[in-house]
């Protein structure tokens, strides 16, 4: 592994403009469960489909039973040493933006600014009305969840409250994918931490930038099918890695 650090740190000195894109792997260790590792979520429950969500008040109440049983977990939840080297380097300049899939908020908890951060599938730390977009606080949805069994639909709409996230079967973000393509395109390093891989179209990035001729890194304890094509492959954990590499404990 002091090998791959130190192949790490040479692709990152000669970067000038690099891009990192994170997946549930890198708040693992936040305790943050991810999806498909063994000890992931989905060996537990599968995911509820945008559709099913909408149809169905069925499914919305699971949907919210869901949530607030991880609460407490998103809310315990603090930046770890990996997501600590990547707020260094783009405190440091190195690194321009960060792409995430991740939907936890603690690249924000780490303390890289609002702008540099682009969340692709949205933010489970807020709600929102799918019909106005009427922003509610998961704090008053659970006390009335509490009191009433419910979610109830938007006060000003009618609306259907969903948390601000992108469930499966749901329209990507436009602007988060538009600044994501453009922060892709703008960079000659992209680094992978923490992703399978497998959702597209998040997991269009890696090619896009090595076809944009960008080096290309991955960092993740199982094999993707994208290792082929990159430059550095590093199959371990992604805080002893990254920290590692920049100089963080
Ligand atoms: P994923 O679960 O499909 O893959 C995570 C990958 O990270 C796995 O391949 C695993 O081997 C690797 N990994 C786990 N911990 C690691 C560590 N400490 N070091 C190195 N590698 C590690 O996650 P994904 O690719 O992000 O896609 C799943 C979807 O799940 C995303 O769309 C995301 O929105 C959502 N999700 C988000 C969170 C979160 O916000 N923390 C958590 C679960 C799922
Ligand atoms: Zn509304």
């Known amino acids: 592994m002091t090998d ?26 936040s305790g943050i469960p991810d999806f498909r590792s063994p000890t992931g979520m989905w060996a537990k429950v599968k995911p509820i489909m945008f559709q099913d969500y909408v149809a ?23 930046p770890n040493r990996g997501h600590r080297a990547v707020a260094r380097l783009v405190r440091e300049g190195k690194v321009d933006a960060v792409i995430t899939q991740n939907i936890d908020g603690l690249h924000q908890a780490s303390g890289i600014p609002e ?25 008053a949805l ?13 006060l000003k709409c009618d609306g259907i409250i969903k948390t601000a996230t992108v469930s499966f079967g749901q329209a990507m973000p ?6 994501a393509r453009e922060a892709t395109l ?26 944009n001729r960008a080096r290309l890194v991955i960092v993740n304890h199982e094999p993707t099918d994208q290792d082929e094509l990159a430059d550095l492959v590093i199959h371990h954990g992604i805080g002893d890695v990254m920290g590692g590499a920049v100089g963080v404990n």
């Open 4 to 29: 791959d650090i130190a192949a790490l740190r040479r692709l990152l000195a000669a970067s000038r403009r690099a891009v990192v894109f994170t997946g549930a792997g890198i708040s693992t260790e």
């Open 56 to 78: 169905s008040a069925e499914w919305r109440a699971e949907a919210w039973k869901r949530k607030f049983e991880h609460e407490h977990t998103m809310r315990a939840a603090e």
């Open 115 to 139: 702008r540099q951060i682009v969340e692709l599938h949205g933010n489970a730390t807020y709600a929102h009305c799918l019909d106005c977009g009427e922003r509610y606080e998961i704090d």
């Open 186 to 211: 703008a960079a000659d390093l992209f680094i992978v931490l923490g992703s399978s891989l497998v959702v597209y179209p998040a997991a269009g990035f890696p090619p896009l930038a090595k076809r």
């Open 142 to 154: 659970r006390l009335a969840w509490e009191r009433d069994g419910v979610v109830h639909d938007c």
């Open 174 to 179: 436009e602007a988060a994918m538009l600044r």
